[in-house]
């Protein structure tokens, strides 16, 4: 192995990681969300979701 | 040796993000957003016919996102001047806590998710104004308007005037008259409101080499102007009432705030040194945004709460 693979690269301060995991957080909270939405919206518009010309 | 210097601090701050979820919640602009919510509302309220209310919910979701997008698509442009005025020199992009990439990919991403999302909840129209707001205020307004003529929020100020006809187009799928006088409502009211605080910040923007009317054609032609579109704006508020979609509380709210705007507005012309005058601009501005509030609250209450329980 190279002696550049081993170099860690930039590393996070404990602000910075502490940033990113809020960041995360609050990713997965919008994606869940988004789930959550798009299935009630299934639930809400029924079988005319379906209903769509091709 | 490294292929990245990150000990650069102008390295650093392109590789590593600073921002926290309210940095990105802040490039939406939550005050303006709310006003987008609130004249949207009505809209889809007021407009005759009716939308299942989680699919209601939805469709305000998406005009507030859809708008807070554009918000972040002007923040990512005008960075440059943000970092020149006072105002908004604190705002995450100027601050360096969101890189101007970040601002543009978060602008883009929730662009288009907003438009298709309401297509698919509302429909197609309301979905296509939605994104042609979006384009006029980061486009027209931000790209082209802001930079080159001091009429950027006449014209401008159409995008902050869309949101109440996106919710009549969700609900009813189409333009009507009714829709076209909120939006005018808004248009006309947008002027004045603005031009008092430029008044107030003139020399911000004569900083930021922005070319607003009190820096390009002085403060005397921007308070002519003030009370020209207050006086149009004024007879303009009645029009729901005259039209039949708005009732008796409506007519009086607006006849009354419609005369307190046009004495605000005469009291800018009138007082035009020092502190009285600063002091009048100030009370337009802080009056305009509880009159266009009371007008689309009261319209709210009334076409919405009141007519359907009595």
């Not at chain 2, 939406?28 to 919910?57: D, E, N, Y």
């Not at chain 2, 995008?159 to 909120?182: K, R």
């Not at chain 2, 002085?218 to 005259?242: D, K, N, S, W």
Request: glycine letters at 8%; hydrophobic letters at 55%.
């Amino acid at each position: 192995m190279s002696d550049k693979s081993r170099e860690p690269g930039i590393v996070l301060t404990p602000e910075e990681k502490k940033r990113q995991r809020q960041r995360n957080v609050a990713i997965a909270i919008a994606l869940a969300g988004l789930c959550v939405m798009f299935w009630v919206i299934t639930l809400v518009k029924g079988p005319a979701m379906l209903q769509r010309p091709m | 040796m490294s292929l990245v210097d990150d000990t650069n601090p102008v390295n650093r701050a392109a590789l590593v993000s600073q921002a926290e979820p309210r940095d990105f919640i802040e490039l939406l602009k939550p005050r303006v957003m709310s006003l987008v919510i609130f004249t949207a509302l009505t809209g889809l309220v007021v407009a005759p016919g009716s939308l299942h209310p989680v699919l209601a919910a939805i469709s305000l979701l998406c005009i507030a996102v859809g708008a807070g997008a554009s918000g972040a698509l002007n923040m990512w442009y005008d960075a440059d001047i943000d970092a020149k005025m006072v105002r908004t020199a604190n705002r995450p992009i100027p601050a360096g806590r969101v890189s101007p990439g970040e601002a543009l990919a978060f602008g883009l991403v929730l662009s288009a998710f907003s438009v298709l999302v309401l297509g698919l909840v509302a429909n197609w129209l309301a979905a296509g104004l939605l994104a042609f707001t979006i384009f006029f205020y980061a486009v027209v307004y931000t790209i082209w308007l802001k930079r080159w003529t001091p009429q950027n929020i006449v014209i401008g100020g159409a995008a902050g005037a869309f949101p109440p006809m996106i919710g009549w187009a969700a609900v009813t799928g189409s333009v009507s008259v009714e829709s076209i006088v909120l939006f005018l409502i808004i248009f006309f009211w947008t002027p004045p409101h603005f031009w008092a605080l430029a008044l107030i910040k003139s020399e911000d923007y004569a900083r930021a080499g922005v070319p607003m009317l009190p820096v390009v054609a002085g403060e005397a032609e921007t308070r002519r102007l003030i009370l020209i579109y207050t006086v149009l704006l004024a007879p303009l508020g009645m029009a729901p009432y005259f039209l039949g979609f708005a009732g008796m509380a409506y007519a009086a709210t607006a006849l009354v705030g419609g005369l307190a705007m046009l004495w605000l507005a005469v009291e800018i012309f009138r007082k035009r040194e020092g502190g009285p005058a600063r002091k009048a601009a100030g009370r337009m501005f802080a009056f305009s945004i509880v009159y266009l509030f009371a007008l689309f609250a009261v319209l709210l209450v009334e076409q919405g709460v009141v007519a359907r329980l009595f």
